[in-house]
């Protein structure tokens, strides 16, 4: 019943910006940790951001100072803010719900471009 939906990946170039959203739907109160994985061919998944339902922030030390994660409870929703965009940065990012078992999106592309 739960499902979680991303959106906003794409092409950008490196120094850009990219905003990743994500709809959860389904029965889900918003009181769990959130979060953004990425992944690349031959890479295990790594972190990139969690947050907390009260707002309490983890990041990725390759991407602290760059990236902002955000929650709006109301609206069901968790965001990532990508800015100063690396080659590097190039990845398939999925959202993640922690409950009773780990939910997942099916993720969406960021390719960013030198």
């Known amino acids: 019943q739960v499902q979680l939906v991303e959106s906003g990946g794409g092409l950008v170039q490196a120094g850009g910006s990219l905003r990743l959203s994500c709809a959860a739907s389904g029965t889900i109160f918003m009181l769990n940790t959130m979060g953004w994985y990425r992944q690349v061919p031959g890479k295990q998944r790594e972190s990139v951001a969690t947050i907390t339902s009260g707002g309490t922030t983890e990041y990725g030390d390759s991407v602290k100072g760059r990236f902002t994660i955000s929650r709006d409870n109301a609206k069901k929703a968790v965001y990532l803010q990508m800015n100063s965009l690396k080659p590097e940065d190039t990845a398939l990012y999925y959202c993640?719900?922690?409950?009773?078992?780990?939910?997942w999106g099916q993720g969406t592309q960021v390719t960013v471009s030198s």
């Open positions: 993640k719900m922690t409950a009773r078992r780990d939910y």
